[in-house]
């Protein structure tokens, strides 16, 4: 049975469907609030009506549970699409939608163009999550095209998250999506969340990776047999510098992004391409503990092995999760509580339901929080209210401790105080300034070559063909019909080569969507006509997600 919430959402989104007014909704719900209740009952209401639901998930890890949930109530209605499937395993499944033998898809963006002759809903969970942008061409976002393909259907798209994406939020503060609201628990408490300043750690002289506080709760929770999620946000190591005594991070003082450290002794911005020397002392409070941020969940693993022998331990990760079931054992261990502690990445922390876990430790914060992309504060505010969210689902209250070098930070402080809106108003206006989208557009252009003086000189060809573009544009336009086109580069790729192959990237920013479209066109236009240029690998990707 719904609660009233819950309840008022349903009853909003079906009087529209049935009215056949086909909108697209942002359901902004706390982490427990039982948006996936509200997706079955909606979904239910559609097959009802004879017509079937495609349900996005961001990532294979995410599928077990929610396939569970979904089995349980609609049988075998239900089907499931993800990327360790063989490509005739997702044939078969593609024929089963053609033939009518289903009527419910689950799976990440490819899910999506599941061929089903009466589609009258689509769903998108955890609607914030980048794995819906593709890395490959075509670089098409899923929240756009599942749009685009509601349309095309006359079917409802719903969105769903606890941290909608800055992107998302601003259309429906536009009123181009209709924003519905799950503000409680449908169970349980929202957890008591504490900040701890790693610089005050260092201080007092604890080196350890668990603070002071962290190793205390462990000890309680280990000691009343409650379940325990450590986090860490990266599974490598993120490339930043920043001083452990203050915690001031170097940055490119053109971008705003943090610099990455190389191996040749130099900082480099991977957005317009400045570089400096790699410094040994802080220049803000003079400190030698200066370095490059490296920890992976194989050390905290082995450091949790160490300081609490007693407790059963499991890792999830890319490596421990390589197998076709790697994720549904290992959830399923923990769910079964054959394991205390589970160590692991971003994969453990989003939309998992485990009743016991009342303690969850962010070990490094920081370590999305200063990576080198304009979205950074926006995925580590998502990654610890979802980290935070997985504390005290059941009937026991959950403890969330975040550890940072910055509590400060704007993204963690709202992190802390669960506050999204506080978070979004700041982030929003951050965007406003340095001309990022929403509130501007942006091109990235990819220029790759297995020549390191042909990358360079065709990238410099691109740069010059695309200011020629937007110099012509202005000239044929009055000063009021203008719209400013920023345009940056050529400078390497974050990783400036792979596989032999030479990256660089030249950036394009304006409000005019369509100006962008243009010098796309005008670009590809050129690179043919110009024989030269005909070995010339150039790809473009509006609006990145990554890229840097």
Request: proline fraction near 3%; glycine fraction near 6%.
């Amino acid at each position: 049975t719904l609660n009233e919430e819950q309840q008022s959402v349903v009853d909003v989104i079906e009087r529209n469907l049935d009215q056949k007014i086909a909108k697209t909704y942002l359901i902004k719900g706390v982490t427990g609030s039982g948006k996936t209740e509200v997706y079955m009952e909606l979904i239910a209401h559609m097959l009802a009506q004879g017509k079937q639901a495609i349900v996005l998930i961001p990532e294979i890890a995410l599928t077990f549970q929610t396939v569970q949930r979904f089995y349980r109530r609609f049988g075998s209605q239900v089907s499931v699409l993800h990327s360790r499937m063989s490509k005739g395993e997702r044939y078969d499944q593609f024929l089963r939608a053609m033939r009518g033998e289903i009527s419910i898809m689950i799976g990440p963006r490819s899910a999506l163009f599941t061929p089903f002759t009466n589609l009258g809903l689509i769903i998108m969970d955890e609607e914030h999550e980048g794995a819906y942008k593709s890395e490959q061409a075509p670089r098409y976002h899923a929240r756009e095209t599942a749009v685009h393909i509601a349309k095309m259907c006359g079917a409802g798209v719903v969105f769903g998250s606890a941290t909608p994406s800055v992107e998302a939020f601003y259309r429906a503060k536009k009123n181009e999506y209709t924003l519905l609201e799950l503000p409680r628990r449908a169970s349980g408490t929202l957890p008591a969340v504490y900040t701890v300043d790693l610089r005050e750690e260092l201080k007092c002289g604890n080196r350890s990776v668990f603070s002071r506080r962290l190793q205390e709760l462990i000890q309680r929770r280990l000691a009343a047999k409650e379940q325990i999620i450590l986090f860490l946000n990266k599974r490598g190591y993120a490339g930043f510098v920043s001083c452990r005594m203050c915690g001031h991070v170097l940055k490119c003082p053109h971008c705003d992004i943090s610099l990455t450290e190389h191996k040749n002794g130099k900082m480099v911005c991977h957005y317009c391409g400045y570089e400096q020397p790699r410094v040994t002392r802080c220049p803000v409070c003079g400190s030698k503990y200066i370095s490059g941020f490296r920890a992976g969940t194989q050390q905290i693993e082995e450091a949790v092995k160490k300081m609490y022998p007693q407790a059963r331990v499991l890792r999830m990760d890319m490596d421990t999760t390589a197998g076709k079931e790697g994720h549904e054992k290992i959830l399923t261990a923990f769910s079964a509580q054959e394991a205390d502690i589970l160590v692991g990445t971003q994969m453990i922390v989003k939309g998992h339901d485990f009743s016991n876990v009342t303690l969850v430790g962010v070990l490094a914060a920081d370590m999305s929080l200063h990576v080198n992309d304009f979205h950074a504060a926006e995925r580590t505010f998502a990654l610890l209210t979802q980290a935070a969210g997985r504390a005290g689902r059941g009937k026991l209250p959950g403890n969330v401790v975040i550890q940072t070098y910055d509590p400060d930070h704007y993204a963690i402080r709202t992190a802390k105080e669960q506050d999204y809106e506080a978070f979004y108003d700041k982030e929003i206006e951050y965007r406003r300034l340095m001309h990022y989208p929403p509130v501007w557009n942006m091109l990235l252009v990819h220029v790759t070559s297995p020549d390191e003086s042909e990358c360079a000189s065709m990238s410099q060809q691109v740069y010059d063909i695309a200011s020629q573009m937007i110099s012509h544009a202005d000239e044929n336009q009055s000063p009021d019909d203008r719209h400013l086109i920023q345009l940056i580069g050529p400078a390497d790729a974050t990783i400036a080569k792979v596989n032999d192959i030479y990256r660089k990237v030249i950036y394009m920013k304006t409000s005019d969507y369509a100006a962008l479209i243009s010098i796309k066109d005008g670009i590809e236009q050129a690179v043919k006509a110009d024989t030269a240029m005909k070995n010339a690998n150039i790809s473009f990707d509006f609006n990145p997600m990554s890229g840097f």
